[in-house]
């Protein structure tokens, strides 16, 4: 499989990254996406279509956990990650 950093539009000078990886351990090693799986307010990884999630404990103004697209993924299906909002 493979996943593709993800950056919003309005950051300018840095080129994402795309990175092979086999199970969903490895894709935890990835030095992008372990700073936030390491983050003391992480919840959990799920996917939403191709976009890798990571979804955090902190709340906000609304109270509604953040969430933050961390990359893209390939062949989504073959990633063994539950679904957004199936955990």
């Known amino acids: 499989m493979n996943i593709q950093q ?3 539009s309005f950051f300018e000078g840095f080129k994402a990254e795309n990175v ?6 490895e ?3 990835i030095p ?3 700073k936030w799986v390491e983050d003391e307010q992480f919840s959990h990884l799920a996917k939403w279509g191709t976009a890798l999630m990571a979804a955090m ?3 906000d103004a609304a ?3 953040l969430i933050f697209v ?3 993924i390939e062949n989504p299906d073959d990633c063994d ?5 199936e955990k």
């Open 27 to 29: 894709l935890k090693e």
């Open 20 to 25: 092979e990886f086999s199970t969903v351990e």
């Open 6 to 8: 993800y950056f919003p």
């Open 57 to 59: 404990r902190a709340k």
């Open 81 to 85: 990650l539950p679904e957004w909002g």
């Open 70 to 72: 961390v990359g893209f």
């Open 32 to 34: 992008w996406v372990k």
């Open 63 to 65: 109270g509604q956990n």
